[in-house]
């Protein structure tokens, strides 16, 4: 089917709309421009101003997961010190590869995102994307109204000024304290380092959400589950307004 014909079908705008679109060069059809008349299958990745515009499409060409990392793995691929790798708990792919959105420390547990659309993961693990991750952290104590302050306001690391942009008490138990914190960045140790610098070192963390996709209870530790199609469109549209790194 031809490609307007086969855009206007799915509704995305009429014929005429979709072939001035073409015309001036705002579809892609998997990352080249589209010609006008072209054939399609539907099986193709298509977007307009760099942005998909059928997720079904999405789904078929990439796959994407969600994993429970345990406190004993690393998110290399590779280790010198042959230590076990979370993508060896991973299934198989066949001429893909698997992205980690991000890393966790070796002592940090929890959700570790895995895709196959490496453009996506560059998005979402962007700087400026301001993808909140929030965690469970476990510190020896109870921390007082006027910190919580602090760490909400900002507090200067050796890389810069750093915040949570939430701190959330959870629980205690004799000398240990269960907060929930949110942060919208990714740098190195950064939720141990706000802590220690007011004075608390984290004994447990525990990453628990990165963005619109949370972490199961029905995921086990060294488990994964493949994300559903509502999942998916959610991490889609969490960056929509993102071109390409490249770009």
């Given at each position: 089917?031809?490609?307007?014909?086969?855009?206007?079908?799915?509704?995305?705008?009429?014929?005429?709309?979709?072939?001035?679109?073409i015309r001036n060069e705002r579809i892609t059809v998997n990352g080249r421009l589209a010609k006008l008349g072209e054939k399609v299958s539907g099986q193709e990745i298509?977007?307009?101003?760099?942005?998909i515009i059928l997720y079904d499409n999405v789904k078929r060409a990439h796959k994407h997961l969600v994993y429970n990392k345990r406190n004993d793995e690393i998110t290399?691929?590779?280790?010198?010190?042959?230590?076990?790798?979370?993508?060896?708990?991973?299934?198989?792919?066949?001429?893909?590869?698997?992205?980690?959105?991000?890393?966790?420390?070796?002592?940090?547990?929890?959700?570790?995102?895995?895709?196959?659309?490496?453009?996506?993961?560059?998005?979402?693990?962007?700087?400026?994307?301001?993808?909140?991750?929030?965690?469970?952290?476990?510190?020896?104590?109870?921390?007082?109204?006027?910190?919580?302050?602090?760490?909400?306001?900002?507090?200067?690391?050796?890389?810069?000024?750093?915040?949570?942009?939430?701190?959330?008490?959870?629980?205690?138990?004799?000398?240990?304290?269960?907060?929930?914190?949110?942060?919208?960045?990714?740098?190195?140790?950064?939720?141990?380092?706000?802590?220690?610098?007011?004075?608390?070192?984290?004994?447990?963390?525990?990453?628990?959400?990165?963005?619109?996709?949370?972490?199961?209870?029905?995921?086990?530790?060294?488990?994964?589950?493949?994300?559903?199609?509502?999942?998916?469109?959610?991490?889609?549209?969490?960056?929509?307004?993102?071109?390409?790194?490249?770009?």
């Amino acid at each position: 089917m031809r490609l307007q014909k086969y855009l206007a079908s799915k509704g995305i705008a009429s014929r005429r709309t979709i072939e001035d679109w073409i015309r001036n060069e705002r579809i892609t059809v998997n990352g080249r421009l589209a010609k006008l008349g072209e054939k399609v299958s539907g099986q193709e990745i298509i977007k307009k101003d760099h942005q998909i515009i059928l997720y079904d499409n999405v789904k078929r060409a990439h796959k994407h997961l969600v994993y429970n990392k345990r406190n004993d793995e690393i998110t290399s691929k590779k280790d010198p010190q042959n230590r076990k790798t979370v993508f060896e708990s991973l299934p198989r792919l066949n001429k893909q590869r698997w992205i980690s959105i991000g890393r966790l420390d070796l002592t940090t547990t929890g959700l570790l995102l895995f895709t196959t659309d490496g453009d996506l993961a560059n998005k979402l693990m962007h700087p400026s994307s301001g993808i909140i991750r929030k965690y469970l952290t476990r510190i020896s104590g109870k921390v007082a109204k006027s910190e919580i302050d602090l760490l909400k306001r900002g507090v200067m690391l050796s890389d810069g000024l750093a915040s949570f942009s939430n701190v959330k008490f959870m629980s205690s138990k004799k000398l240990n304290s269960w907060y929930e914190v949110s942060i919208n960045e990714g740098r190195n140790h950064e939720v141990k380092r706000l802590w220690e610098k007011i004075g608390y070192k984290v004994s447990k963390l525990k990453r628990i959400s990165f963005g619109p996709i949370n972490l199961s209870r029905a995921i086990k530790p060294g488990s994964f589950v493949y994300i559903n199609d509502s999942g998916v469109k959610a991490l889609y549209d969490s960056v929509k307004n993102r071109s390409s790194i490249e770009r």
